[in-house]
Nanobody
Framework: QVQLVESGGGLVQPGGSLRLSCAAS????????MSWYRQAPGKERELLSQ????????YYADSVKGRFTISRDNAKNTLYLQMNSLKPEDTAVYYC?????????WGKGTLVTVSS
């Protein structure tokens, strides 16, 4: 069964950094595009970043471009999101995602709170 487990969230001050991880299992991780999404209270879940099966092509939403970096370690079946220059508006639950067999798979999320 596909399982995605996010970790690394927490409370940080504005301008700080966090590195999120997503441990994947139950599928051939290296064969699938992976994504990071986030959802803040009262808002739609938004796509933040995507990465191809290698650390080649990447996509970033305008809101995080230049501040966040997506990467993957296929040997460890792990997806990462390095978040720098964090802002209060980055406060949200962050989810990793993959699409397989026409279905979306999600982790349970990790909470990032940016506050002074």
């Amino acid at each position: 069964q596909v399982q995605l487990v996010e970790s690394g969230g927490g409370l940080v001050q504005p301008g700080g950094s966090l590195r999120l991880s997503c441990a994947a299992s139950g599928f051939s991780f290296s064969s699938y595009v992976m994504s990071w999404y986030r959802q803040a209270p009262g808002k739609e879940r938004e796509l933040l970043s995507q990465i191809t099966t290698t650390n080649g092509y990447t996509y970033y939403a305008d809101s995080v471009k230049g501040r966040f970096t997506i990467s993957r370690d296929n040997a460890k079946n792990t997806l990462y999101l390095q978040m720098n220059s964090l802002k209060p508006e980055d406060t949200a639950v962050y989810y990793c995602n993959t699409r397989r067999g026409g279905m979306d798979y999600w982790g349970k999320g990790t909470l990032v709170t940016v506050s002074s």
